[in-house]
């Protein structure tokens, strides 16, 4: 691994990780070196393990999540930071955000099939909010009369939420809690101007 002049596997690391607009996956930070300098991915993974053990009660934390690893502001100094954005955070209905709950816990659905267990309809609006955000996306289509679009969630859900996967999702049991979401639930929206539901 040491060659020449070249800083240590951990600096590199995390300088990608601050220059990246998204998450890294181990391949993509192999594909930062030449082949013959080309880290194995288990150096990689060790990198990341003492970048994360670094920042243990910083600021910043390394996280893993669906799309590869990321830096991102931890969630206890959040609200001083957010203070940074003149942006607003943008302010999701209880409708949208029912409606993206039931995508990700019954994938593949369909609208119809939202609005049967919703018992209203759901809005274009809605639909069109949650695939420009690239939260959802159609997934194939249902064989029946009129072929339905199938909707599932997508690793950008995964990464905008901090989930490695669905199956970090919170119990079912525990969203049924009224108190749970509120009314409504800001979310930031770091790459574009807010979008209403």
């Known amino acids: 691994m040491a060659g020449g002049d070249r800083p240590e ?15 890294l996956t181990l391949e993509q930070f192999q594909s930062l070196f030449g082949e013959e300098e080309r880290p194995e991915r288990g150096d990689l993974a060790s990198a990341l393990a003492e970048l994360a053990e670094d920042h243990v009660g910083r ?17 206890s ?12 955070p943008a ?19 369909t609208r119809g099939e939202i609005e049967d267990i919703r018992g209203v309809a759901v809005t274009t609006q809605i639909v069109k909010t949650l695939i420009e955000r ?12 009129g072929r339905p679009a199938l909707y599932a969630t997508t690793r950008r859900f995964l990464d ?30 770091p790459d574009g101007p807010p979008h209403e539901s």
């Open 160 to 189: 905008y939420f901090g989930l490695r996967s669905l199956n970090e999702l919170p119990p079912l049991s525990e969203i049924r809690d009224p108190e749970f979401l509120g009314d409504e639930l800001d979310l930031m929206q």
């Open 59 to 75: 600021g910043v934390e390394i996280v893993q999540v669906a799309g590869g690893y990321r830096v991102q502001v931890r969630a």
């Open 91 to 109: 302010r999701y209905s209880r409708a949208l955000l029912e409606t993206l709950a039931l995508i990700a816990y019954r994938q593949p659905i």
């Open 77 to 88: 100094v959040a609200p001083w930071v957010a203070r940074l954005w003149d942006e607003k």
């Open 134 to 145: 690239e939260w959802i996306r159609v997934v194939g289509h249902r064989d029946v009369p």
């Open 9 to 23: 596997l951990k600096a590199i690391v995390e300088g990608a990780l601050f220059a990246a607009g998204a998450p």
